[in-house]
């Protein structure tokens, strides 16, 4: 049986909060500085838009020159990948390729953005070359997490293609960074977590239903998504950094219908909504329900201010029960819609 992810004295209070409308950002001017974060509002500002279903392509390759791929895609037109910040990996053995070693004709299996530009031949910015394809398995599947749930057997379901896969990875699967040398394991995949999974089987149903024993995590690019109300009418930005979709706290939590204060004296964001508090220290990746803030759950990332405004995982409100996935190239948190930046 699944249960909802929870951890600690979380578990028991924040199920007990329903979900209201709206949502939004922090302006949390007095915190003077505290706290800490790897990214300034002048690199959010050019981060680019957020990309949840990259499309994809069987092709033939072409050539490759200056860092650009042209393949033969199976409709017969040429396509030129810019592959600069492309994952190149060999999807046998999941150690980084060498886009220079491949040959004319050779098969490759490509993810790349929906944005394609009608020159002749047609270009786009490729996120990942799978190489060394076989005809007995399917070639890894770049994914991101949309949502994420913690099961009783220690495995993790993630909610992925706009809602329409749900893979369950084993508690014992093997999972691997990507050209780094970070520990990582089921546990590292959040709600905005791009990752590589193989499995060659989805149950015919929908969502379809699929299990995967091996996972890649590779370094997570920076991106950006917009921040909708439920009349459609945008308050703020949110971003994906380090692999974890951060939101500003305060206007999300009061249109989540949740009362916002500030404990200057233990630098914590307090959220409240009927009698039992969750505690937000900055600088710290541990959230607390109730007065005792010892303990608490890991979300993935450290809460942080910038420019006066305090961040926290999306996740956060998730575990406060509040609806939290992606549909359809949006993120929904509630009635909130985080809705990816038009290029």
């Known amino acids: 049986m699944m249960k909802r992810t929870m951890g600690g004295v979380l578990a028991a209070a924040m199920m007990m909060m329903s979900a209201l409308p709206a949502a939004g950002a922090v302006d949390v001017s007095h915190l003077n500085g505290t706290g800490s974060s790897t990214l300034t509002q002048a690199a959010a500002d050019t981060l680019p838009s957020l990309s949840v279903a990259p499309m994809t392509e069987l092709a033939t390759v072409v050539s490759y020159e200056n860092g650009d791929l042209t393949v033969k895609t199976a409709d017969g037109d040429e396509l030129v990948l810019h592959t600069e910040n492309a994952i190149v990996m060999d999807t046998q053995t999941a150690a980084a390729a060498d886009l220079s070693a491949l040959k004319a004709g050779e098969s490759v299996y490509v993810y790349h953005d929906e944005a394609v530009t009608m020159s002749l031949p047609a270009q786009t910015t490729a996120y990942?070359?799978?190489?060394?394809?076989?005809?007995k398995h399917a070639p890894a599947s770049l994914l991101t997490a949309e949502a994420v749930q913690k099961n009783d057997d220690g495995s993790v379901t993630v909610t992925c293609q706009s809602g329409a896969l749900h893979l369950t990875i084993a508690k014992d699967a093997s999972v691997q960074p990507f050209m780094t040398r970070n520990i990582v394991t089921v546990d590292d995949i959040h709600v905005g977590t791009r990752f590589l999974a193989w499995f060659d089987v989805a149950a015919t149903s929908y969502p379809a239903q699929a299990a995967a024993d091996r996972v890649v995590i590779p370094g997570q690019e920076d991106s950006r998504f917009l921040v909708f109300s439920k009349d459609g009418s945008q308050l703020t930005e949110g971003c994906v950094a380090d692999g974890v979709a951060m939101i500003p706290v305060r206007k999300v939590a009061?249109?989540?219908?949740?009362?916002?204060?500030?404990?200057g004296k233990t630098q914590t964001v307090i959220l409240k909504k009927g009698e039992t508090p969750i505690n937000v220290q900055l600088g710290a990746d541990r959230y607390h329900a109730g007065n005792d803030r010892t303990g608490g759950v890991s979300l993935g990332a450290a809460s942080y201010e910038i420019n006066g405004t305090s961040w926290v995982p999306a996740e956060l409100f998730q575990l406060a029960g509040e609806t939290i996935s992606f549909s359809n190239?949006?993120?929904?948190l509630g009635s909130l819609m985080l809705t990816a930046v038009a290029e």
Not at 128 to 135: E, G, H, I, K, S
């Open 128 to 135: 990942a070359v799978l190489t060394n394809l076989t005809d």
């Open 329 to 332: 190239g949006s993120l929904t």
């Open 254 to 263: 009061e249109n989540l219908g949740y009362k916002v204060s500030w404990d």
